[in-house]
Structures are given as structure tokens and as C-alpha cells.
């Protein structure tokens, strides 16, 4: 099992660009979830799926959206990227009641 | 709103000390998390807490819970150097049996010296 991918590991965007990041697992999780984490600080929330075509907004979804469309892949995107958008982004899986298991991570440079 | 306070922040100690922890949340959950984060990685999992009174143990780390007094603690005995990390924990307050997503505390940034 390769857990849970995420590409591209770097990513350097110029204001109002747009990406996607993407996130795989192969776990065949239900629950899956987008957070960024700002220097010295915690993770937040910005968006999750409980399924398929079911997503909902965390604590932190303004300038993002998602799409679930598998199990497998919940991308995130970023419209018109800007400076605040700088931050390590994980994507997370898991069960009701498991802990959740995060991928590597995805650092992105707004200029 | 839940919130999740860690502390303390920031921790230097030496070697084979022991030390304690602290992460107090503002609502209901008997779901917690510790995590484990060194420099430029992911996130590792140490323990899951899933009870009132769950105590985990693994090597010179135990995690303790106690959802009355909405707290949890991260013991450390005898610490090695390479516990050296940041250490987060994380509160799922989900209502019926979802998972909706975890709020973390901001972290503690453990520096072990010998």
C-alpha cells in the first residue's frame, strides 16, 4: 500500500495563477480531508468528503473547492491564487474511527 | 467553536528527564489524537484515544485521557534525544459516529539536549 500521495511536492505560483493539487490513497477510505499548515502552527481544516460526491467546507474553505468523484482522489483546487495561499498543504484519510493518515505534503509559494 | 489549546509551546529539556504535555479542548469528544511532526515531514500518528480514562503507552511516551475534564496528556520518561520533535494533538468532535475532520492545537516544539 502506497498510503496516501500527494503531487507536486513544490509548487511556486504567481498571484491570480490557479492549480490543482492532487491527492491519492489506496486505502479504499471513506473520509478524506484537505488542511494547510502556516509556519509554527497547527493543521487546519479546509475542506473534507465522508464519500463519493459528498464534500463539505472545513474551517478555512474561501478560495478553494474540491471534488470527490472516486473513493480514491480528492483534488483541491486554487483559483486565483494569492500570498495568503502560501502554506504546506496535507491531504489525510480514514475510517469513522481511526486515526487519519497523512500524505507527505504539498508546499506552495504564492509571489 | 471547539478550540484546542496545547502547552506548553515550546520545550527544551535534557536528556533523561521527564516531562508532561498538556492539551485541553472546549467541547464534547471522547476521540483524540497525538501526533508526532519533525522538520519539513508529514505528520506520523503515536496514539489514539478513544475513551475517558484510555491510557497508551509506547516506549517513553504515554498518553492519557480524561473527557470530564476535557484534557489529555503526552508523558515523556527518561527523554532521548530523538524525541526531539514537534508534537501535536488533535480533537475529532464529530456528532454521530462521523469524522468530520480534526481541529489541532498549535503544537509543542520539544528540543531534547544532552
Not at chain 1, 13 to 42: A, E, V
Not at chain 2, 9 to 14: C, D, G, K, T
Not at chain 2, 22 to 46: A, F, H, I, M, V
Request: glycine share 8%; proline share 4%; with cysteine.
Amino acid at each position: 500500500n502506497a498510503g496516501v500521495t500527494q503531487t507536486p511536492k513544490f509548487r511556486i505560483l504567481k498571484i491570480g495563477q490557479s492549480m490543482t493539487l492532487q491527492c491519492t490513497q489506496d486505502m479504499n477510505h471513506n473520509y478524506m480531508y484537505w488542511y494547510r499548515q502556516d509556519p509554527g502552527m497547527g493543521l487546519k481544516l479546509i475542506y473534507y468528503s465522508v464519500g463519493a460526491g459528498i464534500t463539505d467546507k472545513g474551517e478555512v474553505p474561501n478560495g478553494y473547492n474540491v471534488s470527490r468523484s472516486t473513493t480514491e482522489d480528492f483534488p483541491l483546487r486554487l483559483e486565483l491564487a494569492a500570498p495568503s495561499q502560501t502554506s504546506v498543504y496535507f491531504c489525510a484519510s480514514s475510517t469513522s474511527d481511526s486515526q487519519s493518515f497523512f500524505g507527505p505534503g504539498t508546499r506552495l509559494t504564492v509571489l | 467553536e471547539l478550540k484546542v489549546e496545547q502547552n506548553p509551546l515550546f520545550l527544551s529539556m535534557q536528556e533523561g528527564k521527564n516531562y508532561t504535555i498538556y492539551c485541553n479542548y472546549s467541547t464534547t469528544s471522547d476521540r483524540l489524537y497525538w501526533y508526532r511532526q519533525d522538520p519539513g515531514k508529514s505528520l506520523e500518528s503515536l496514539f489514539v484515544l478513544l475513551s475517558n480514562g484510555a491510557v497508551k503507552q509506547e516506549g517513553r511516551l504515554m498518553a492519557s485521557l480524561d473527557t470530564k475534564a476535557r484534557l489529555s496528556t503526552l508523558h515523556i520518561t527518561a527523554a532521548v534525544h530523538d524525541l526531539s520533535a514537534t508534537y501535536f494533538c488533535a480533537v475529532d468532535a464529530s456528532f454521530g459516529g462521523g469524522a468530520d475532520g480534526l481541529t489541532f492545537g498549535k503544537g509543542t516544539h520539544l528540543i531534547i539536549q544532552p
